[in-house]
């Protein structure tokens, strides 16, 4: 079993009777979501992708990216939010977060057009003098603010680099079908294009084109990150109280009706910590809304240990803790002896770094116990593709089922929008000059 949800540690804090009591609104949860009949069953896609994804695209993908790490020493990947996350999530979870050091990968990947820093941009430029670069434009429109700028730049530069006809090449837009300002200039320029689809929302599309172009430029095994998602997608769509994705996300509502209002995810591998980040958009814009929803946060232990591990063992009891226990790490340290013990370490000798790890695990979950933290173990056999598959698809479903349970739509995000209003009318965007007015009233 390579995916799975342990309560033990959390019997003292969530009993058999409420999860009981609970399971009546589980079951209308999957049957929305099953029927396609809740709010925003537009963008169920996902539900069935690692099924039903376009084999014809996912070849093209595989010689797309044997393509790009051909010809190119780097690939720029152009988006935010769920443009990039889930990729770069699965690229560090199976790479390792020094994947772009020199000697670990013959293509460096950077993502860009997350942000709007002048010096993280100037930086990926510098990385990008003197190489072979294609650039990966994943956007449905083609003009949001981040990324549209850092392609309008990106482009210019890889022209003048190469020429435009090369550049036509070098360039691969991940957007619409049919329609949009990306796919219109694609199709003019003649771009490899690849599809976002209709039906699966950002958050929900790294096991479309969306990230399986980045994750298999990285050399990772696609085909593999599928079918652990398959086992996923059947393990954990059956109605079930046993069903551990279930249980997970039944938890999670028991406790925020009990006040607690902070998920936080803690993992003890550091090459997990983008997979944190999309947790955090998965759920943070999935469930935060009508003024309700969990705040998910994350940590890496034992390095957050000396930062946050006070505020967790000690502080207001506003939050639980739901571990992600990778059982078995890619590779290992053997612990030798050394003469005169200075550290006085010399017990942990003859064993493996990973026995270290876990036994941290193991401590640091019992101590939060006692301090009252209610805890959640999601258990995973390693950080290969097919078991990330597995877990995208686990998380993914919980969110879904978690989401109903609120009593929002999971599946739309009407509150992302006020900054860009904002921020659009103190740039001076046509159309907002009464707007600009305002706000820089209030600014001033």
């Known amino acids: 079993m390579s995916v799975s949800f342990n309560g033990k540690h959390l019997e003292q804090f969530v009993s058999a009777n409420e999860y009981a009591a609970l399971y009546p609104q589980v079951e209308v949860a999957h049957n929305l979501l099953e029927s396609k009949s809740g709010p925003g069953n537009d963008f169920l896609g996902w ?13 093209r993908i595989k010689a797309a990216a044997a393509r790009i790490r051909e010809d190119s020493d780097v690939l720029v990947v152009i988006g935010i939010g769920g443009s990039y996350l889930g990729a ?19 293509l460096q990947i950077f993502f860009v057009g997350n942000s709007i820093s002048p010096d993280y941009f100037q930086d990926i430029l510098d990385c990008c003098k003197g190489k072979r670069f294609s650039i990966n434009m994943i956007s449905k429109s083609g003009t949001t603010t981040e990324p549209a700028l850092a392609f309008r730049v990106l482009r210019k530069v890889l022209e003048e680099q190469v020429g435009p006809e090369e550049a036509k090449k070098r360039i691969y837009a991940t957007t619409d079908r049919a329609r949009g300002t990306l796919k ?10 690849f599809v976002v689809p209709d039906d699966v929302g950002g958050r929900f599309s790294v096991l479309s084109a969306v990230g399986l172009l980045p994750i298999a430029c990285a050399g990772c095994d696609i085909e593999a990150l ?25 938890v999670r509502n028991i406790l925020y009706r009990k006040g607690k209002s902070v998920e936080l995810m803690a993992c003890y591998e550091p090459n997990f910590t983008m997979m944190n980040e999309w947790y955090k958009q998965l759920f943070g814009e999935s469930e935060g809304k009508d003024q309700k929803g969990l705040m998910p946060t994350s940590v890496i232990f ?3 240990l000396h930062s946050m591990g006070q505020f967790v063992q000690d502080g207001a009891r506003m939050l639980f803790e ?46 939060h116990n006692d301090g009252g933290v209610p805890i959640g173990v999601i258990q995973v056999d390693s950080l290969s593709e097919a078991d990330l ?7 993914e479903r919980a969110c879904a089922i978690s989401g109903y349970l609120l009593g929002v739509n999971p599946f739309d995000q009407p509150g992302v929008e006020s900054y860009k209003k904002n921020m659009f ?6 159309g907002y000059e009464d707007r600009k007015a305002e706000l820089e009233a209030k600014l001033n």
Not at 49 to 56: A, N
Not at 88 to 97: C, L, S, T
């Open 302 to 304: 034992s390095t957050d």
């Open 88 to 106: 770069r999530a699965v690229i560090e979870a199976v790479k390792g977060q020094m994947y772009n050091s020199t000697g670990k990968t013959g």
């Open 47 to 59: 539900v069935d992708l690692p099924r039903d994804y376009d084999k014809e695209e996912f070849a």
């Open 389 to 395: 598959g597995e877990l995208i698809y686990f998380y």
């Open 184 to 193: 219109q200039l694609a199709d003019a320029e003649g771009w490899e294009t």
């Open 322 to 367: 739901t571990v992600v226990d990778v059982k078995n790490p890619g590779r290992d340290v053997f612990l030798d002896p050394i003469e005169g013990n200075f550290d006085g370490l010399n017990f942990l000798s003859g064993q493996n770094m990973s026995v270290v790890n876990r036994k941290a695990m193991e401590g640091t979950i019992l101590a």
């Open 425 to 430: 009318a103190l740039l001076g965007k046509p």
């Open 226 to 250: 599928m079918a652990g998602a398959e086992t996923g997608r059947q393990k954990f769509s059956v109605l079930s109280a046993d069903n551990d994705c279930y249980k997970y996300a039944a």
